[in-house]
């Protein structure tokens, strides 16, 4: 018999190398550890993390190498050692592990032996190598070093004298968060790892140094002291303060969420958490949690039986005549969102919206899914983000944006704010509100200019009069040449009081420049709540028309007065309805002042439920907290309701029968083009509104999270004015200023513009002021 030809299935680009005998292949330039984890090879490590850049700091992973049948004179760090064709590795001789026996030895000298008390006991990587690797009994004898502790902020606890300076924490900030605020400081025993001044972690996404901790030095500050690992039950949940929907898992004991951590999936929060999905559980056990259905009688609101409260809210709205409007949060499930629909249009009434904090619906807004899916947008040539400030909006969307930078992709910022970026920009163009308009369909008119006609004969008509300079040209240039690219409107953008010339101009310009539309949606389920048709479809009222005009009878759902553009206008609303049904997780002061029925109900984690996250993934979660008092999720509520009112299709018992009735709404055809645009009126003492929403107090939840509340991000109400205009109304530090008839404090800034007043949405001391991009008079406040 002949000799049969030799084949290989080496990729290219790959070499073949051999592990503990184990023959495989990886690719060049890759390192041993990663080559060892991909067959599952164990090698020990604590500086290595396959999301961060290699350190080679703690010298754990050490392994025998050979090279053309020769032994390497020393030990390799498997992290730190590229793979090379023919290179045999070995990870349990005799060599590797004296080498990371002695590695152990050496780092806990100086460890305490706290381990009883400390938080990451059970679930610590030193803990359990240490079994593996260390000795039974230590020679060190002399004096354990310790190290002072630093005060990082109200989310992370620091016990530095455990740290073994493996680093990890340093390039989580750099590579991660992006702000460089955590670095070693002296050198060899002395190293010690702190902030340098002294102050708290200001990041976003701080918390991830706390997973990535192999020891206990950083821990979760208000977990501290809470429970065990092995107490702890874990179960799969999803963020909900913003419309990505990161993974993670809820810790739970005996049905109270302790605390979060993230869950692995790389399409959508890779093995991130942003801080307030990882703290804002706190929220869940606030003292004005409504935990029993209550009623107004004789003008008291007195708590009582599930039953007789369906019935109270069940005879007012049988008597409505179809005048009955629904107010919805965003952050209301896809099954709610759905029955509540088939309520309305039960009782004959098709106002009802989940759009609160939206200002202008000229041209029928609806959320839909990112063009670009968001794994995506990491590999983009260029990006074009219109009044959007990623860190507050989307943390995550961030940190996919921070790597397209520093890979090369060009960055454009229309905003009206000159906010803090982590990356590098390519350009930017800072405006009061109304000029941002301005400059944007400025862009549109370049790309017009290009030869590529608009399809809305308003929006043509409107770029007659706009203005392309070489920079929008430029910009467009960018947008055209990259492989791929993406238009993202933001909150700025899509709460604008002109949002339907943004919208409108910035997808033409994706069109035309092949670039993926991409809006963010106002909420963490506002694209399955329109999809369940939880807005008006023809001729009904949206949440403006419902506070110009309030309906007799109202129902609220999980929302509160910080979650709309005007406040003042839905405190108005609720206070004038004849009939008001507050159904929410918590029952405030101006719920109980104000509300004649009260149906408490579970909040995300506390239900089953499905949300539709920006790529248009729809994830389902199951309960994983014990739901306080009486309440029940929203949707057994809303079904014994709808049951009450004998309407069609609350027959079901199970969540999955609801399910099974959803389909996607038709899609609600408005004007279709947008209203003339006005020039705002202006005088010396009027400034246009910028309006943000503070980044943790976007919701109900948020608002109630001690910790969150207590960071240095959660500054509190204040305007906040470019320096020329504050001097020329003579403040000074300390100053208070009276917009219209609110007084707040007064802070300078150069990041706003002449002519401008920053004032952030969600706080209650701001709940008098017109909504974003209004024309504000203010004046030093007298003392």
Known sequence: MSAQPITTDVPPDHVTIEIDGQQTFAPKGSMIIQAA?????????????????????????????????????????????????GMKIFT????????????????????????????????????????????????????????????????????????????RCIRVM????????????????????????????????????????????????????????????????????DALGSNLWLHTRRGEVLRSVPRDNEAINECWLSDRDRYSHEGLKAADRATMPMIRRNGELVETTWAEALAFVADLLRESGGDVGALVAPLTSSEEGHLLARLLRGLGSDAIDHRLRQTDFSDAPRATAFETPFAALEKAGAVLLIGCHPRNELPLLNHRLRKAARAGARVYVINPLDLEFNFDVAGKHIAKPHAMVDFVLGLARAANDAGHLPASSSLA???????????????????????????????????????????AAAKFIARVTGSGFNEIPAGANAIGLA??????????????????????????????????????????????????????????AGVRSKAHAVLP????????????????????????????????????????????????????????????????APIATGAGDAEPRTSPASSPYTFERITTTAIYRADAVLRRSPALNAHPLTRGAMAILNPVDAGKLGLQGGDRVRVEDTVLPAASDAAVPEGAVWIEAGYAEVAGLPGPGAALTIARASA
């Open 461 to 503: 008509k409107e770029l007659t009069r706009a203005t392309a300079n070489e920079s929008a040209k430029d910009w467009i240039a960018g947008l055209s040449d990259a492989g791929v690219s993406a238009v993202i409107l933001g909150e700025v953008a899509v709460q604008h009081a002109e949002a339907s010339w943004l919208r």
């Open 531 to 588: 999809d369940a048709g939880l807005a008006p479809q023809k001729d009904g009222r949206d949440v403006a028309a419902m506070l110009a005009s309030p309906p007799k009878n109202l129902i609220v759902y999980q929302a509160g007065s910080a979650d709309f553009a005007e406040p003042s206008a839905f405190e108005k609303a609720r206070s004038e309805a004849g009939f008001y049904v507050y159904m929410g997780a918590y029952a405030c």
């Open 92 to 167: 349990q001789s005799q060599r590797a592990l004296s080498a990371q026996r002695n590695v152990m030895e050496f780092l806990l000298i100086n460890h305490p032996l706290d381990c009883p008390i400390c938080d990451q006991g059970g679930e610590c990587e030193l803990q359990d190598l240490s079994m593996g690797y260390g000795r039974s009994v230590s020679r060190f004898v002399e004096r354990k070093r310790t190290i002072p502790d630093e005060n990082l902020g109200p989310l992370v606890e620091t016990e530095m004298t455990r740290c073994i300076q493996c680093t």
């Open 37 to 85: 984890d991909r067959i599952g090879v164990p090698i020990p490590r604590f500086c290595y993390h396959e999301k961060l850049p290699i350190a080679a700091n703690c010298r754990m992973c050490m392994v025998e190498v050979e090279m053309g049948g020769r032994p390497m004179p020393k030990p390799q760090p498997a992290c730190a050692t590229p793979v090379a064709d």
């Open 174 to 241: 750099s590579e991660v968060a992006g702000t460089y605020e955590l670095g070693g400081m002296e050198r060899g025993e002395r190293l010690q790892i702190g902030t340098y001044v002294g102050k708290p972690l200001m990041s976003e996404l701080s918390g991830n140094v706390i997973d990535v901790c192999p020891v206990g030095a950083l821990t979760n500050k208000p977990f501290r002291f809470k429970a065990r690992a092995w107490e702890l039950i874990a179960r799969e949940s999803i963020g909900y303060h």
């Open 601 to 664: 109900i579970g909040l995300p984690p506390e239900i089953d439920a499905s949300y539709t996250n920006i790529d248009g993934t729809v994830q389902t979660l199951s309960a994983a907290a014990r739901l306080p008092g009486d309440a029940r999720p929203g949707w057994k509520v809303l079904r014994a309701l709808g049951s009450a009112l004998a309407l069609d299709g609350f027959g079901f018992t199970e969540i999955d029968e609801v399910r099974a009735q959803m389909g996607k």
